[in-house]
């Protein structure tokens, strides 16, 4: 027989500690009673652990929110539901901040224990993902996570492990925030230099000469403002790894003297006769094409490729949304870790609408999305904002994707989708007497997506009622009608 949960009762009234062990163990769990706070942490001191401790606020002696923070204090995994008397607000607020999963107001039905203890299962449920999650994940140092499932990513995963060895240069690629630096960082310690520094130098952050004395250093009196003498990034990266972020930023002559540096392994600081001698392994990563940045001019070819002995290409996150939610509870744990809340637990549409976002600003984006709703747990709020940012990049590109043949099934839903729109947005501004921020608060949407759909659906004040609209309506169905009939290259669309 499967071993039985347990749950813990404290109460100081017997006949609640009755009324609760009755309901309980109808359901099938074993259940300890305990009638004081005291004798609830001197069980947990013990060792023992139950799947879920319900605990009475009002207790002579210790009360529940006190015996709350100390059980807290000895464990915060515990699953810990508070009964109150009435609706105390602000002593629920107290025990929901202190760690307390949820609470139950006496008297209480029995419909609403079960919904607690639903929710204790989600969060268990949670928990065992996070920790496989963690298994998952390759973690190089303390504050380090790489996270990899997708076929593209596992392959990087592969190809850092060979390549960190190799005493060589590596050039990383890929839209902001897909995870260059995290790369830089696995290589480095991966790497035979590992015990040596890491020196990171974003190169788009200083201007010309700056950025040459950041890297190079300077002799005392070298210029104006140089009262001491200074070492350079690259001496102070000697035997280790320099991470040269957004090279792509670094100004054409200092590309050149970067390029002796690289050749020469050996270079004079600002306003020096004598040379220093440095043995660094360069990581260089950029978020521009490159290939275009040097037919530009902007980035010398040699210096290229120097530092392009092995590439890493990160795709965006829309190339691999596979990864989308194993990363969104990742950031969750990480989140709910940092600021000590418990991890709410993401509802299935909000997991669904994170998916199907494009996430132009990558992982990072999608870590401050999460990072927002761990603080605010407003899984509604998030849902909101994430179907508005997700309506605003359809807006735009749907008006020149012809759409092809086949999907006319999808083009006439879409088309009745359009022409229901467009009416509840006429109706109104028409209410609103064209008063687009009203109009925009009315429909839910925000003041730019309102912006986005009028000049979508050609609505402009000189139209200003609802016949207008229909007529615009019937425009761009007619519209879609006649693309249809168009053969065309297939539909870019944002996911
Ligand atoms: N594979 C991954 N697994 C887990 N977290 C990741 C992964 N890749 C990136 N991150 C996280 O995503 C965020 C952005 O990553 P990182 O700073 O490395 O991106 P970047 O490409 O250097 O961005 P930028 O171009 O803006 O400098 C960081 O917080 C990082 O920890
Ligand atoms: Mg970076």
Redesign the pocket.
Known sequence: MAKQEKIMVVDDEPSIRKYLQTLLEVDGFQVETQASGKEALARIGEGERPFLIILDVLMPEMDGLETLRQLMHMDRTLNVIMLSCSNEVTTVVEAIRLGALDYLTKPFEKPELDAALLKCRQKQQLRTENETLREH?ETVTED?????SSPQ?LKIRQQVLQIAPVDVPVFIS??????????ARMIHLRSLRRQQAFVKVNCAALPGELLESELFGYEQGAFTGAVRAKPGKFELANKGTIFL??IAEMSTQLQAKLLHVLQDGQYSRLGARSVVNVDVRVLA?T?VNVKDAMRTGRFREDLYYRLNVLSIH?PPLRERASEIPI?FR?FLLKYSEKYQKFAPEPSRHLLDAAARYSWPG???EL?NFVKRYVILEDDEGSLRELIEMTSQQRVAPREEAPVAKEQSLKALVRGLKDEAEMEAIAEALDKTNWCRKDAARMLGISYKALLYKMRQFNLDSGRSSRSAAAKAAKQAAEKASAQEETPSVPAVRAR
């Open positions: 994940c380090i996570s790489f996270l990899a990513m890929g839209e902001s925030g897909v995870g260059k630096e995290v790369i972020d957004e990563a978020n990160i990363l990742h990558n992982l990072r870590e």
